[in-house]
């Protein structure tokens, strides 16, 4: 797994790691644990890294942000993709947010997993030494956080061999990492491990460094080992790389803690591997049976001013306490030794910050009424806001707004102009993400901009007001005119810049005014039982200078049709028929054969068809559209025949039936478009019909034509 601690927060952050060594799977959680309380929080980890082990991670102690770098994942799957996969991505941890965030470099270290990563605080750079992939890697890299880019280094001196899994620690003091142990795979895929010592100086050079056993070997030195915890700790009297645990090629983990120390000559030089320099301390008093006195000094990290009135609470084994800083930023504490106390201190407008001070051995020996031991907690504040708003004519003169409204994105007021135009809000309790900065004030246009907040510091911004001009929209139904309350629009600049289009309601006038720039604007709007009006009208709002856009409604109505249903014959009215519009009910026909259908909708064609008993249906097409009477239409109707209309017969219910009259449709369309046929017609019949009654008579008397 990886896992490191930012000591200013008393936070360490654990991330990944192999959780089934038969599957080989990993895992990609994050957990916080916190020493003040002895407590572990998950952290959800959808945007962390992919899962994986042996990545490696240090964390910069001077801004809270810990550095993450490849890794293993054995039993990769994505997709139709399985099998091992070697990381090559770095990652960024906020312990301030606890977020994670990708990061993007040009360059980078080749893929490998169990590389050793270590924070230079002197030079605020991480140093990165090694890992492996199908073959093991000697270089070293340098990572800068204020670049966020990977370089390598050009090492010289006497460097490392390739390894993965060494430990790595940097020393403050001497200005150096310290590297021990490792592995390398052998000629036959075998793990060969190492139990070396190397040191890094800041410009790339490696030194062989070859401490002796502060006891008698093996037992003061560290036997040849990997993947062992260690860090450069810093207690009272003990300034040392620890070693504990790890793995070993040939026997159990060990069982010591070793350290190694700078000798007492030459603080660049380590004199020994051992449990410890010089004579053994002497053994722990009982808990909490002395008293001492402790001041918890708090102050301003960026002015170093003191913060009066800070909570300042600790706690431990013996009795907790909780106090309040005075107006010089003092804590006075008169508690129980020894122990481990964890300081919690926290501040109206400042970011909390826990710490420790550890009561033990050469510091709490015997009770101590002179000494007052200080522990100088430094808190970062809240992010502050500074805005000026300026006022233009539209001019090239801009004078400072008093009295504007200074508001963040969540329309919450935080700060108001003075006559210089200045508006600061102080201790924002929205950091680490992007705002909108408004600035508001009458007779004048809003205006914002949106803006980084940082986890601390000041963000200075500068806002120009426009003197506004009133933009009235009117919005009517076009019919009757009558103005139209409640209807609902959007507003927008036809002109590139602010402000953005904005919706708005009407009033019970049918209007909407508001104060905006000078410019083009459009407005488009909508009601209830109305059709929107997506073109809308236009206008332009001149310099401090009313004006109006009335936006016309048409009412959602449809076309109004009326169709008479007639015999086709005889051009008598049908009544008891049936009209049916489009997919509406049939509607029925009255006495005067009429039908009366309104409102029809949807726009477009739609089909009418006429009906009735005894008659054939008829149908024709209409165009339908919004707010119109469409001219009436007839459909006539044809009788139904039984097969005896030629002879005289007519079964038809209409009116008026007549014998002489064909069934044919053709028949039909002739005498519906030329009725003055009817007479050349009739001669015709009359002159067909004597000749069938001559050669009627002819049969009757037994002679016939020939061919007849």
């Not at 030494?129 to 990572?143: A, L, Y």
């Not at 135009?421 to 680490?432: C, D, K, P, Q, R």
């Not at 109004?560 to 009544?575: K, M, Y």
Request: proline content about 8%; aromatic content about 10%; some cysteine.
């Amino acid at each position: 797994m990886s896992f490191a601690t930012y000591e200013p927060e008393g936070a360490a952050l654990m991330f990944g790691g192999l959780t089934d060594l038969a599957t080989q799977t990993t895992a990609n959680d994050s957990w916080l644990y916190y020493f003040a309380n002895d407590t572990w929080v998950y952290l959800d980890s959808a945007d962390g890294p992919p899962a994986r082990e042996e990545a490696a991670f240090a964390v910069d102690q001077t801004d809270g942000i810990g550095l993450l770098f490849g890794g293993v994942a054995p039993n990769f799957s994505s997709g139709n993709v399985s099998g091992t996969i070697i990381w090559r991505d770095t990652w960024e941890f906020n312990f301030h947010t606890n977020r994670w965030k990708a990061v993007i470099t040009s360059t980078a270290p080749s893929a490998r997993y169990g590389a050793s990563l270590v924070w230079d605080s002197s030079d605020d750079e991480f140093f990165l030494f090694g890992g492996c992939s199908f073959s093991c890697d000697s270089d070293t890299w340098e990572f800068s956080p204020s670049t966020s880019q990977w370089e390598p280094v050009t090492a010289t001196g006497v460097e490392p061999e390739a390894r993965a899994g060494a430990s790595f620690a940097w020393d403050p003091g001497s200005d150096r990492g310290v590297l021990y142990g490792g592995y390398t795979f052998d000629t036959n895929g075998g793990y060969l491990v190492y139990s070396d010592t190397h040191e890094l100086l800041p410009d790339g050079e490696w030194l062989a460094s070859e401490p002796s056993a502060a006891g008698a070997a093996p037992e003061y030195q560290p036997e040849p080992v990997y993947d062992d915890p260690s860090t450069w700790a810093n207690f009272p009297g003990c300034n040392a790389m620890t070693l504990w645990g790890g793995s070993i090629s040939l026997s159990a983990p060990p069982e010591f803690v070793y350290v190694i120390m700078p000798s007492n000559d030459s603080p660049a030089e380590f004199q020994c591997w051992g449990p410890g320099a010089g004579p053994p301390p002497p053994g722990p008093p009982p808990p909490c049976s002395r008293q001492s006195f402790l001041d918890i000094l708090v102050l301003d990290a960026i002015t170093g001013q003191p913060i009066p009135n800070a909570t300042v609470e600790i706690s431990g084994q013996c009795l907790p306490g909780i106090l309040h800083t005075d107006l010089q930023g003092y804590a006075d504490f008169t508690t129980n030794t020894p122990d481990n106390i964890s300081i919690n201190v926290s501040a109206a407008y400042y970011h909390g910050r826990s710490t420790y001070y550890n009561y033990t051995y050469d510091n709490s020996t015997a009770n101590d009424t002179t000494l007052t031991r200080v522990v100088q907690v430094d808190l970062q504040p809240y992010p502050a806001l500074n805005v000026q708003v300026l006022g233009n004519d539209g001019g090239t003169f801009y004078v400072p707004v008093e009295g504007a409204a200074i508001e963040l994105d969540n329309f919450t007021i935080v700060a108001t102009t003075e006559a210089d135009g200045w508006g600061n809000a102080t201790g924002l309790s929205e950091f680490n993400e992007l705002a909108i900065v408004s600035a508001t004030a009458a007779n004048y246009s809003t205006n914002w901009k949106v803006v980084a907040i940082p986890y601390t510091g000041e963000v200075n911004v500068t806002l120009t007001l426009l003197k506004a001009g009133y933009l009235t929209v009117v919005v009517v139904d076009s019919v009757s005119g009558d103005p139209i309350g409640g209807a609902t629009g959007t507003i927008t600049r036809l002109d590139p810049g602010l402000p953005a289009p904005f919706r708005y309601t009407t009033g019970p006038d049918g209007s909407f005014t508001v104060e905006l720039p000078e410019g083009n604007y459009s407005a488009t709007a909508g009601a209830t039982g109305y059709l929107n009006n997506n073109t809308g009208g236009r206008g332009f709002l001149g310099w401090v200078a009313p004006d109006t856009i009335t936006v016309k409604l048409t009412p959602e109505r449809g076309s109004n049709e009326s169709v008479r249903l007639q015999d086709a014959f005889t051009g008598a009215p049908i009544a008891g028929g049936y009209v049916r519009f489009g997919d509406g009910a049939p509607i029925r026909t009255g006495a005067d054969g009429w039908a009366n259908a309104t409102d029809l909708l949807p726009p477009g064609r739609m089909l009418v068809l006429g009906t009735a008993t005894g008659y054939l249906p008829n149908s024709t097409t209409i165009i339908v559209a919004y707010l119109t009477n469409l001219p009436p239409v007839t459909l006539n109707l044809t009788p139904t025949c039984d097969g005896a209309c030629a002879g005289g017969g007519h079964s038809g219910n209409g009116p008026g039936g007549s014998p002489f009259l064909p069934t044919g449709g053709a028949s039909l369309a002739l005498l519906l478009a030329a009725p003055g046929v009817l007479v050349v017609a009739g001669a015709l019949y009359a002159i067909g019909l004597s000749a069938r009654r001559g050669t009627r008579a002819r049969e009757a008397s037994g002679s016939q034509a020939p061919g007849a």
